[in-house]
């Protein structure tokens, strides 16, 4: 069952429509509180899960540089370009060990 939100600053006015319901978000235009109300399909909507923000932490297996990015679900990957020394594999900390394996095996 969709949900819809809707901005409390009336200048803003925003609707955010998610799967489910969700405690604490505000929104992503202004930063203002939300409030839940009854789904209309007929109202334009911004999809929450399109803009959610999450945090990967990286480090790159050649210079050992580490970095906390913030990125949404559609921008996330495994494995990135090391911004530090532009060589190395930049890899999700959460997935290095299966890389660190891998290159150990070649």
């Known amino acids: ?7 409390m600053e009336k200048t803003c006015g925003i609707l955010i429509s998610t799967n489910k319901e969700k405690d604490g978000i505000n929104c992503p ?6 409030m839940p109300e009854p789904y209309d399909p ?11 923000k999450y945090m990967t932490g990286y480090k ?5 540089y580490t970095e906390v990015i913030n990125h ?6 495994e494995v990135k370009v090391c911004p530090n020394c532009r060589d190395g594999a930049f890899v999700d900390k959460w997935k290095i060990l299966s890389y ?7």
């Open 100 to 106: 660190i394996k891998e290159r150990s095996v070649c």
């Open 60 to 64: 790159c297996l050649k210079c050992n």
């Open 29 to 34: 235009k202004c930063k203002a509180p939300v």
């Open 42 to 52: 007929n109202e334009e909507h911004i999809s929450y899960e399109s803009i959610k």
């Open 1 to 7: 069952m969709r949900t819809q939100y809707r901005c």
């Open 72 to 77: 949404t679900k559609k921008e996330y990957s």
